[in-house]
């Protein structure tokens, strides 16, 4: 029966002087089965607590652009994205969308949990197209700009404001 042996090299800093009566560590050769022996178990570095999924969120980048800031309110140009399940966010901007007559010249997108791959990936390349250091999260509601295939705002507050002001402006509001 064969032993292996495992050669070990202690590194340490060693500093530039080292006083004469302080001995300097010397690489050492211990056989596995000693060293197995002498070292204490490894144990499994602690978990974090799982968190609850309402309390699970991804911190993902906010983005503020606006429509008559950097884009123009064009009909048709606007592609809103929004979840369909009950996050308060995308509700409330869907609300606010339907309420202010803007079927007919801004696109919505309801993305389903794995049911719409298309809508899914277009949001992605919005995203990608925007940069921002963009770290893979897609968070909707979005907002997001036709003409130049970026996401204008993730941003409720600031996508709530410009769909307001959009429903006022001339080239939006229904032909009579």
């Known amino acids: 029966m064969s032993q292996t042996h495992v050669q070990t090299h202690v590194q340490t800093p060693v500093p530039t002087q080292v006083p004469a009566h302080v001995p300097t560590p010397v690489p050492t050769q211990v ?3 000693v060293q197995a022996a002498t070292q204490p178990p490894v144990q499994a570095p602690a978990q974090p607590p799982v968190q609850a999924p309402a309390q699970r969120r991804v911190q993902a980048a906010v983005l503020r652009g606006r429509i008559g800031t950097g884009f123009s309110p064009e009909p048709h140009r606007y592609r809103l994205y929004v979840a369909a399940d009950d996050c308060p966010s995308c509700l409330g901007v869907t609300a606010a969308f339907k309420d202010l007559g803007l079927r007919d010249t801004v696109a919505l997108t309801v993305l389903r949990p794995g049911s719409d791959p298309a809508g899914h990936e277009a949001l992605r390349r919005a995203y990608e197209a925007t ?16 003409w130049s295939g970026r996401v204008v705002s993730n941003h409720t507050p600031d996508i709530l404001e410009d769909l307001r002001r959009l429903s006022v402006h001339p080239a939006f509001r229904a032909a009579p």
């Open 131 to 146: 940069g921002h250091d963009h770290d893979g999260t897609l968070t909707v509601p979005a907002l997001c700009d036709g």
């Open 31 to 33: 056989p596995a089965h």
